[in-house]
C-alpha cells in the first residue's frame, strides 16, 4: 500500500462513472486505477491499493463475490467500499458479510464518496492497536501483517473479524459494548446493528478454535478477550 498518496482502485462496469470518479478522486488527491470488470480488476496487485470502490452488479462476476474471493482466497483486508442501486437490508447486509466496509447507494454525490473514503481510510487497521504483535500460548496475532496464526497455522479472516479479535486483544480483559465495536470498526454512517457484531463475533470463535472460549460475552456489558 502507499506511504503517502492514498491509492484507489474503481471497479464498475460503467466507463461514463468510471471517468467521473477518477477525475473527482484525483482532484482531491487520490491516485487512481480503474477496472471496468471483476476479472480485470483480480488481474491487478490488489494488495498495492489502499481502498477499493466496488461496484455490485456486474458482467459475470459480482462485486460480491470478487469482494469474498479478496478475503477468503487472497487473504487480503483492503478496505472495500460496494456502490450499488441495490439498497434492501438483506443487500446491504450481503455486502458487510462478505468483507465490505461501507456501502453507497447510487445514485450518490462525489461529496458522499469523498467523504466516506476518508472515512474508512482514517478508521483503518492503525488505530486498532499500537502494540504490533499479541501472542497467547498458540496463537499470535499481527497487526502490521494483519495476519493470525495459530500452532504455526495461518488462520483466513475477514477484515471485520481481524479488526475485531486485534481490538479485544488490545483492551485484554476488559468488556466492549457492542456500540462501542461498531464505532470503532464501522463508521457512523454504515447502516449495521449490534447484531451484526454478535454474527461476526460467532464467525471468529469459530475459526480461531480452541481460543474461542476466551472471547466471552456478558448481556449488557459486551465482549472481552479473557484467558
Known sequence: MSNSIPKILIVDDEKDLCEILEFNLSSEGFDTDI????????????????????????????GYKMAAKIRKEMHLLVPIIFMTAKTA?????????VGGDDYISKPFSI???????KAVLKRGIKEVSSTKVFKINGLEVDVNSKSVIIDNERINLTRKEFEIIA?????????????????????????VTERNVDVNIARLRKKIGD?????????????????
Open 35 to 62: 477496472a471496468h470488470s471483476a476479472e480485470q480488476a483480480l488481474k491487478k496487485p490488489l494488495d498495492e491499493f489502499d481502498l477499493i470502490l466496488l461496484d455490485v452488479m456486474m458482467g459475470e462476476m459480482s
Open 167 to 191: 481490538l479485544l486483544l488490545k483492551h485484554q480483559g476488559r468488556f466492549i459494548g457492542r456500540s462501542e465495536i461498531l464505532d470503532r470498526i464501522w463508521s457512523d454512517d454504515v447502516i
Open 89 to 97: 437490508e438483506n443487500d446491504i447486509l450481503t455486502g458487510f458479510n
Open 211 to 227: 481460543y474461542g472460549k476466551y472471547i466471552v460475552g456478558k448481556s449488557g456489558y459486551g465482549y472481552a478477550f479473557k484467558e
Open 111 to 117: 461529496k458522499e464518496v469523498v467523504a466516506r473514503i
